[in-house]
């Protein structure tokens, strides 16, 4: 069957794997490839048991995989054979050298640009799907324009998925963004990209704009949706100390149709690769370009991310009488959020390491994530297990930390947990996703987060 568009992607991770499927599923006529260094992920992509959960995956997959997808480490055959190749790498922050813990590593961008340059016979339009620092295109377009032979027109294509709700986001997607060159083979690759999209996507919600713009817009969608977790966060604290409600005052101040509700529930902080990393990233750009007072003031975001997870912490401490020593405390969840086995970035990561530090055994619960805690906890001193089963992983333990908001620890038996757990049991909800009045009832004494806590004492 001859395809009517050949489209690769570089990059198979939780932005490539998905973002493909999707187009994939949506346009049976276009073949797919998706390549990556890493052979292990490929070769999971072609196993039964994908590298990734996300629900609504699997079946999509299921139906393009050897038909018109195809996951392949011939990096080198995908870039020859495909004219639109969109770029899904990393770009984790700098660890090393200037800008260390703010920058972006632009390591794993700048190779798979040298490589595009390297196995092109023909032109091509080459997406950046990552998410990269402002007036990187240029720096792309610096290394591609090194030929005569063979043209190379750059767009920007941020993708606003959000984990755990990917399939859902790739489906009916709020907006997709689409910056370009204004020249004629500028727009031209953008009508390539549009056209697409347009096979599931209306017309109205796929938007244009300049390539700055477009790599800008990403990361601050990013740092606003970032700065509304830390601004409830900030009141959440405030409310401990006044006996105000901080889902009372979500819910009122949200009403407001200019401010809208989404995003203003209180946590233990946000977590996941990208918000932090982004918003760094802003902070060195601007730090950069000498404007320190906004830098200042994105940084504030981060900080009070931090402050929240510290707080989780000591609240802790205070509540079990200041000491932590040999007590049990076992954590409800360890990805970042709910419907992921993603912990990258996860606050439980910072949480698990403080309780171990004060000598508590700590046991972790989670649906999705325990492969990844148990690399994340792997080499850190101190009593640590894993259990499946949250029933069991409670027994016998001091304290429950809900730290992720999976449905599943909603609908538990608390009496069961509680009858088998140490007295006096206690319960810090760090996502205000339970019961606190019917746990308080059975006997817990619970803290939740932003709320007067309700105990026995
Ligand atoms: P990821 O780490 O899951 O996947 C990236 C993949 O790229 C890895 O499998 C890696 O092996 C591969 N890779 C690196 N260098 C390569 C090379 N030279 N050739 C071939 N493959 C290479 O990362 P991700 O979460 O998918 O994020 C990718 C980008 O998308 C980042 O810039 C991120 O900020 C952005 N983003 C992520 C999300 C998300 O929800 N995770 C959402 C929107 C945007
Ligand atoms: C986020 C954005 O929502 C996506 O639009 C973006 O594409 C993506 O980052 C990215 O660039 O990587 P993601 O991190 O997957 O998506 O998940 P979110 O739903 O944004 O949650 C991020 C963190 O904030 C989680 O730890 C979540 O628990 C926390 N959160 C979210 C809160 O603490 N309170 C809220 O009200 C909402």
């Known amino acids: 069957m001859k395809f009517e568009k050949n ?9 490539g794997g998905p973002t493909m ?3 994939a599923y949506k346009c049976p006529r276009y073949r797919i490839t998706v390549v990556d260094i890493n052979s292990t992920r490929i070769a999971e992509w072609n196993s039964e048991e994908l590298p990734i959960y996300e629900p609504g995956l699997d079946e999509i997959v299921r139906a393009t995989s050897g038909k018109n997808l195809f996951f392949s480490t011939d990096i080198e055959g995908g870039i020859r054979d495909n004219d639109i190749i969109f770029v899904s790498v990393n770009t984790p922050t700098k660890t090393f050298g200037a800008g260390a813990g703010m920058a972006a590593d632009l390591q794993y961008w700048e190779k798979t640009a040298r490589q595009i340059l390297q196995y092109s016979k023909s032109s091509k339009i080459v997406i950046e799907k990552s998410t990269l620092p402002v007036k990187t295109a240029q720096a792309m377009e610096n290394i591609l324009r090194n030929t005569h032979s063979v043209y190379f027109e750059i767009l ?8 755990g709700s990917a399939i859902r986001d790739l489906e009916n997607p709020d907006r997709i963004l689409i910056g370009s060159q204004d020249t004629e083979s500028g727009l031209k690759a953008r009508e ?6 347009a096979n599931w996507v209306p017309r109205e919600k796929i938007i244009t704009s300049n390539i700055w713009s477009s790599e800008l817009s990403k990361i601050v969608s990013n740092a606003f949706l970032a700065q509304r977790i830390s601004s409830i966060n900030a009141i959440s604290a405030l409310c401990e100390k006044t006996d105000a409600d901080i889902t009372e005052v979500s819910r009122a101040v949200g009403m407001d149709s200019r401010i809208g509700s989404k995003f203003l529930n209180a946590s233990i902080g946000f977590g996941g690769s990208c918000f932090k990393k982004d918003i760094l990233n802003l902070v060195y750009l601007c730090r950069h370009y000498g404007l320190n007072e906004v830098a200042d003031y994105w940084e504030s975001v981060v900080k009070i991310n931090q402050y929240q997870q510290v707080r989780f912490i000591l609240n802790m401490l205070t509540a079990m009488f200041n000491t932590l020593t040999d007590k ?6 360890f990805a970042f959020k709910a419907n992921t086995g993603d912990t990258r970035e996860s606050p439980a990561i910072f949480i698990a390491r403080r309780l171990l530090e004060e000598k508590a055994e700590i046991v972790i619960t989670d649906p999705k994530a325990l492969r ?3 690399a994340d906890m792997a080499g850190v001193n101190g009593k640590i297990s894993f259990v499946e089963d949250p029933y069991m992983a409670a027994e016998e333990c001091h304290a429950i930390a809900l730290l992720t908001e999976w449905e599943i620890y909603r609908n538990l038996d608390f009496q069961k947990i509680y009858d088998t757990m140490a007295k006096p049991a206690s319960i810090f909800d760090g996502r205000n996703i339970l019961d606190h009045k ?6 817990f004494n619970v803290y939740p987060t932003g709320k007067p806590p309700l105990t026995h004492f």
């Open 7 to 15: 489209i690769l992607c570089i990059g198979a991770g939780y932005v």
């Open 21 to 23: 499927a999707m187009i």
């Open 156 to 163: 920007s294509n941020p993708e606003f998925l959000a984990e």
């Open 192 to 197: 390539t990209l549009a056209e697409i999209y």
């Open 328 to 333: 049990k405390i076992c954590l409800f969840g």
């Open 372 to 374: 990844n805690a148990r």
């Open 438 to 443: 019917r746990c308080f009832d059975i006997g």
